[in-house]
T-cell receptor
Framework: GESVGLHLPTLSVQEGDNSIINCAYS??????FIWYKQESGKGPQFIID?????DKRQGQRVTVLLNKTVKHLSLQIAATQPGDSAVYFC?????????????FGQGTRLTINP | GAGVSQSPSNKVTEKGKDVELRCDPI?????LYWYRQSLGQGLEFLIY????????KSGLPSDRFSAERTGGSVSTLTIQRTQQEDSAVYLC????????????FGQGTRLTVV
């Protein structure tokens, strides 16, 4: 069935290094993706989103890349900090205009080592 | 309030009992969502409300699950005759109903059915 999935369940990087978290999706008609960060005991927090008419979008220390040819997106976090340790989810918004009807991947746990 | 508020934060109930989970969305947000996060299934969409429109109940796993939203604000998720597989964190989110908006999540209610 259609799904949104992640390549790796865990990722460890040294503080200050860059990290890349990957996500694959199966529905070629998907057009809106969102990355969320979830810290322990908290709900998911929006990081950045991208629509299918874009290949790249940048935020503060984060960049999302979308490759529609291979149905893959990635989240790059630059100069990682201890506060970046969390579980990161990619999600596809299937709700259409306005609705946040999200299909989440399984998540990648990012650990920043001091 | 400043964010989405959920209560209780933790709930332990006996198998077969009914439970009610409450969500107070961000003031002014017309859309409200319920998601469930469990070890086996990850983050799953359950239901959303938008204004006075009929709710999208497509994610509710069984007829034991229901939700209502009174006065376009507070929502209650009810699980009848709870089963052990209902044990999960139930997350509520709210958003404004515009394109490219983000959903803000509460901290969730951890439900344990014993």
């Amino acid at each position: 069935g259609e799904s949104v999935g992640l390549h790796l369940p865990t990722l460890s990087v040294q503080e200050g290094d860059n990290s890349i978290i990957n996500c694959a999706y199966s529905n070629s008609a998907s057009d809106y993706f969102i990355w969320y960060k979830q810290e322990s005991g908290k709900g998911p927090q929006f990081i950045i989103d991208i629509r299918s008419n874009m290949d790249k979008r940048q935020g503060q220390r984060v960049t999302v890349l979308l490759n529609k040819t291979v149905k893959h997106l990635s989240l790059q976090i630059a100069a990682t900090q201890p506060g970046d340790s969390a579980v990161y989810f990619c999600a596809e918004n299937r709700g259409g205009s306005g609705a946040q009807k999200l299909v989440f991947g399984q998540g990648t746990r990012l650990t920043i080592n001091p | 309030g400043a964010g989405v508020s959920q209560s209780p934060s933790n709930k332990v109930t006996e198998k077969g009992k009914d439970v009610e989970l409450r969500c107070d969305p961000i003031s002014g947000h017309t859309a409200l969502y319920w998601y469930r996060q469990s070890l086996g299934q990850g983050l799953e969409f359950l239901i959303y409300f938008q204004g006075n429109s009929a709710p999208d109940k497509s994610g509710l796993p069984s007829d034991r699950f229901s939700a209502e939203r009174t006065g376009g604000s507070v929502s209650t998720l009810t699980i009848q005759r709870t089963q052990q597989e209902d044990s999960a964190v139930y997350l509520c989110a709210s958003s404004s109903w515009t394109a490219n908006t983000e959903a803000f999540f509460g901290q969730g209610t951890r439900l344990t059915v014993v």
